[in-house]
DNA sequence: CGGATGACGACAC
DNA sequence: GGTGTCGCCATCC
């Protein structure tokens, strides 16, 4: 066992990013891969699945600034009520939102 | 071991 | 800017 690529630190370190995300600011699963330094976007799309309940999943979007299909009503209306700009209607302006991204 | 799947991403048209 | 296709990485069947 163990030998998963998805030991609990990698899961550690994905949630960890993810509340470090300030409310009225959003991250993208490939960023996200990209700060870890290990897997790719779809590993932390797993990550989500499986423990994005325990940190503000809602604040993780897709690099087109789209929510995940899953929940996109949900995720919208809570980035709504934090002030997230939005670039269209259900979709995030990545170039203000994102939390990576130099203001 | 090969094929299919998924809370994704980048590129081509 | 929307749609279609391929690639990525790990897991499941």
Redesign the pocket.
Known sequence: MA????DEEYVEQVLALVERVPAGRVT????L?DEVG?????????V??????AVP??R?????G??????DGE?VRRLLEEDVPFA?PG?VDLRRAGWWTPD
């Open positions: 030998a998963r690529v998805m993208t699963y490939g960023a891969a290990r897997g790719g976007p779809r590993l932390v799309g797993r989500m699945s499986l423990h994005g309940g999943w809602w993780v979007v897709r690099a087109d789209r929510p995940a299909e899953c929940h995720a269209a979709r």
